[in-house]
């Protein structure tokens, strides 16, 4: 048992440090197996198909995600008082910021595998999401519509979507605008500076009035 998990995790770093240099589509199973030092036969026994394999490092790095904010919001909310958006975007940072903390690679990883969730044609992987996450993180949604501009559901679905994109954009392309900021500033900002850096403006976007004109709360 022991060689078999052994083995299995062998696999999904060697696929991790693939995905993130080369993304997923691009990355043959022979490289994974070549790097794991595996043979094919060993990848389908522990996960089937390339997809099984995707969906198990999407596992690996949605599950501590999906702890940090599960337990950063559970105790929050021992705390009666109402929770605003800062502090519910301040927990989604810091969840982000462990899951960049499991390797070089994690983050931009994970962000390849949301970008990939949106791409036609990736229905299975969209469902593994939906089915076995969108349950953990609906308290955090659910905060996160309180304390949103009055708007309708569907606008808040985009809304959603645009604070979602914003976010992949910039950890995709975190080591290219690194080079662009320290080309034209002389500087260089860590990953958590980043991050506290994304709050104000997604929060802002949040709250800002909706489509349809509803009277600002006080």
Same mark, same amino acid.
């Given at each position: 048992?022991?060689?078999?998990?052994?083995?299995?995790?062998?696999?999904?770093? !060697?696929?991790?440090?693939?995905?993130?240099? &080369?993304?997923?589509?691009?990355?043959?199973?022979? $490289?994974?197996?070549?790097?794991?030092? @595996?043979?094919?036969?060993? %990848?389908?026994? =522990?996960?089937? /198909?390339? $997809?099984?394999? @995707?969906?198990?490092?999407? #596992?690996?790095?949605?599950? *501590?995600?999906?702890? #940090?904010?599960?337990?950063?919001?559970?105790?929050?909310?021992?705390?009666?008082? *109402?929770?605003?958006?800062?502090?519910?975007?301040?927990?989604?940072?810091?969840?982000?910021?462990?899951? /960049? &903390?499991?390797?070089?690679?994690?983050?931009?990883?994970?962000?390849?595998?949301? #970008?990939?969730?949106?791409?036609?044609?990736?229905?299975?992987?969209?469902?593994?999401? %939906?089915? #076995?996450?969108? =349950?953990?993180? &609906?308290?955090?949604?659910?905060?996160?519509?309180?304390?949103?501009? *009055?708007?309708?559901?569907?606008?808040?679905?985009?809304?959603?979507?645009?604070?979602?994109?914003?976010?992949?954009?910039?950890?995709?392309?975190?080591?290219?605008?690194?080079?662009?900021?320290? /080309?034209?500033?002389?500087?260089? !900002?860590e990953i958590e500076r980043i991050? =506290?850096?994304?709050? *104000?403006?997604?929060?802002?976007?949040? $709250?800002?009035?909706?489509?349809?004109?509803?009277?600002?709360?006080?």
């Open positions: 048992m022991k060689r078999r998990v052994k083995t299995a995790t062998r696999i999904i770093l !060697a696929a991790e440090a693939l995905f993130a240099e &080369q993304g997923f589509t691009e990355t043959t199973m022979r $490289q994974i197996t070549s790097a794991a030092d @595996v043979n094919l036969a060993a %990848v389908n026994y =522990h996960f089937r /198909s390339k $997809q099984g394999l @995707v969906n198990a490092v999407c #596992e690996r790095l949605m599950e *501590p995600l999906c702890a #940090e904010i599960e337990t950063a919001l559970a105790d929050r909310l021992l705390d009666s008082s *109402p929770v605003r958006i800062e502090e519910l975007l301040e927990i989604l940072m810091r969840a982000l910021l462990n899951v /960049s &903390q499991i390797n070089t690679y994690s983050l931009s990883v994970f962000m390849r595998l949301l #970008e990939l969730a949106y791409m036609k044609n990736q229905e299975e992987l969209r469902e593994f999401f %939906v089915t #076995e996450y969108w =349950h953990r993180l &609906q308290a955090f949604l659910d905060c996160l519509r309180k304390d949103a501009a *009055p708007m309708e559901d569907n606008e808040f679905f985009w809304r959603l979507h645009f604070l979602l994109g914003s976010i992949v954009f910039t950890l995709s392309n975190y080591h290219m605008l690194l080079t662009l900021e320290k /080309s034209s500033f002389k500087d260089s !900002a991050l =506290h850096r994304m709050i *104000p403006v997604l929060a802002a976007g949040m $709250q800002a009035r909706g489509e349809k004109i509803y009277f600002s709360r006080i």
